[in-house]
């Protein structure tokens, strides 16, 4: 009986010790849309202060795109990971938009629609140097004669250009020449 009390508790001792590695491994691998798109965040941060560069940018975006094509449980194909229109709103919300025009996978062209589908396109990151968008656009995938819309969600940055530097001496010339002008002829049209 002794025995079997000090196995039972060397048994619930084990457990309890490994009990936070066995809950964080697995929160890690069921993470939500919301942990993958902060892990894209801090990786466009780390490339805003110069800590990585922009092909491992590209990298990171690329590893996130298929960890959160996974957890929407997107079909892979030779075409990439394909979604439905229901799984892309149910991370990306109502679409924001629509199109009539979807990309025809396969054929390497557009084709005008009879009604408009939802296209989406949401900001993910807003920095000094980049911008970065997760969009979702509809093609269609034909098989068999027929036509599918399916998504594929994409990562585009946009960098952006460097903000005019303010000239503060040509504008405080500017206005002494305007206020000169006025009080050599205190006039309504020179005010």
Same mark, same amino acid.
């Given at each position: 009986?002794?025995?079997?009390?000090?196995?039972?508790?060397?048994? &619930?001792?084990? *457990?309890?010790?490994?009990?936070?590695? #066995? %809950?964080?491994?697995?929160?890690?691998? $069921?993470?939500? *849309?919301?942990?993958?798109?902060?892990?894209?965040?801090?990786?466009?941060?780390?490339?805003?202060?110069? +800590?990585?560069?922009?092909?491992? &940018?590209?990298?990171?975006?690329?590893?996130?795109?298929?960890?959160?094509?996974?957890?929407?449980?997107?079909?892979?194909?030779?075409?990439?990971?394909?979604? @439905?229109?229901?799984?892309?709103?149910?991370?990306?919300?109502?679409?924001?938009?629509?199109?009539?025009?979807?990309?025809?996978?396969?054929?390497?062209?557009? =084709?005008?629609?009879?009604?408009?589908?939802?296209?989406?396109? @949401? #900001?993910?990151?807003?920095?000094? =140097?980049?911008?970065?968008?997760?969009?979702?656009?509809? $093609?269609?995938?034909?098989? +068999?004669?027929?036509?599918?819309?399916?998504?594929?969600?994409?990562?585009?940055?946009?960098? @952006?250009?460097?903000?005019? $530097?303010?000239? #503060?001496?040509? =504008?405080? +010339?500017?206005?002494?020449?305007?206020?000169?002008?006025?009080? %050599?002829?205190?006039?309504?049209?020179?005010?």
């Amino acid at each position: 009986m002794k025995k079997l009390v000090i196995f039972v508790f060397l048994l &619930l001792a084990t *457990f309890l010790l490994f009990l936070p590695f #066995i %809950s964080s491994t697995s929160s890690a691998s $069921s993470g939500s *849309f919301e942990d993958e798109i902060k892990k894209v965040t801090y990786y466009a941060e780390e490339y805003e202060t110069g +800590n990585i560069d922009y092909p491992r &940018l590209v990298i990171y975006l690329g590893t996130q795109r298929e960890k959160i094509n996974e957890k929407l449980g997107a079909a892979r194909t030779n075409e990439g990971d394909i979604l @439905k229109q229901d799984q892309v709103r149910n991370v990306l919300g109502d679409p924001k938009m629509y199109t009539r025009w979807v990309w025809v996978e396969k054929e390497d062209r557009e =084709k005008k629609l009879d009604k408009e589908v939802p296209a989406w396109d @949401k #900001i993910v990151f807003d920095g000094k =140097k980049i911008q970065i968008r997760l969009n979702a656009y509809p $093609s269609l995938f034909i098989k +068999n004669g027929e036509e599918k819309l399916i998504y594929h969600l994409n990562f585009q940055t946009t960098f @952006k250009r460097p903000a005019e $530097s303010f000239d #503060i001496d040509g =504008k405080i +010339n500017e206005i002494k020449t305007l206020a000169e002008t006025y009080n %050599s002829n205190p006039a309504s049209e020179n005010a």
